[in-house]
């Protein structure tokens, strides 16, 4: 497997995500699999949360309340939280 990193611009709230692929990804051959951090899906989306209001959560209960599904990173082997979220566009 080859993996690839594509720079793009600073990716901001409210921005098309399917603009920034067509805009950075002009041929993608074929059977290749594209991967998009969940950050940048949640960041067009415009689902962030304030600095300020963040200090009043926990980082792991906010991500609790947007997953469908989660393993506490206490029974994960690396101590990290995986989750499965649904996205719609």
Known sequence: MIVTPIKTNLI????NL???ISKNIKNLPER???AIAAKIVSI????LIEKKKA???EK???IKREADYYIDPA???YGVMCTKIS???
Do not use: A, I
């Open 75 to 77: 029974k994960s082997k």
């Open 32 to 34: 290749s699999v594209l």
């Open 18 to 20: 399917f603009g920034v």
């Open 60 to 62: 792991n209960e906010l």
């Open 12 to 15: 901001k709230k409210d921005d």
């Open 44 to 47: 067009c989306q415009g689902r």
């Open 87 to 89: 996205f719609s566009f």
């Open 55 to 57: 200090k009043n959560l």
